[in-house]
């Protein structure tokens, strides 16, 4: 006696099950390039980091002591990159900006007296990201959760 062939509820059940697994492992494998490549970002941020800007802002991003009050000099002593200084007020494009060509117009009033040095000649785009994307690692949820709708204010007209 031949084998019933199998029922068309039962062979859709079946590519049902397929399609979900298939689905699933393609979502996992995507997860893991993306954690992959965030965890190399964060690396090479880091190592970025504690070479240009730790003499500065701090192994532990604290910036430097008195960071509000400006020194006798006139300049501001650098502030913090963690949540206890302005760095996450800022968007993205600014922070780029500041760190690529230094504390220049249109974000600070021509001639204004800074220490940060423009880092366009000794780090890439890429390398300024991956430092952004370390520092930013570092702000809790709160202040994630408070920048981004404060951002997302700013950019409405």
Not at 12 to 39: E, N, P
Not at 73 to 96: C, I, K, N, Y
Request: aromatic letters at 8%; glycine letters at 8%; hydrophobic letters at 35%.
């Amino acid at each position: 006696m031949a084998a019933a062939p199998p029922s068309r509820k039962r062979l859709a059940r079946w590519i049902g099950a397929g399609v979900l697994v298939g689905g699933v492992l393609i979502m996992g494998f995507a997860y893991y390039i993306q954690t992959s490549r965030s965890g190399n970002q964060l690396a090479l941020g880091r190592a970025v980091y504690e070479k240009n800007c730790t003499s500065c802002h701090g192994v532990r991003l604290e910036g430097q002591p008195g960071w509000q009050r400006r020194l006798p000099s006139g300049r501001m002593p650098a502030p913090p990159h963690d949540d206890t200084g302005h760095t996450w007020h800022h968007p993205e494009r600014v922070l780029f900006d500041i760190t690529k060509y230094g504390v220049v117009p249109p974000h600070a009033p021509p001639g204004y007296p800074s220490d940060m040095p423009a880092f366009h000649s000794v780090v890439s785009d890429d390398e300024i990201r991956a430092v952004l994307a370390y520092i930013k690692s570092h702000w809790s949820a709160e202040v994630l959760e408070w920048r981004a709708e404060a951002l997302k204010n700013l950019e409405q007209p």
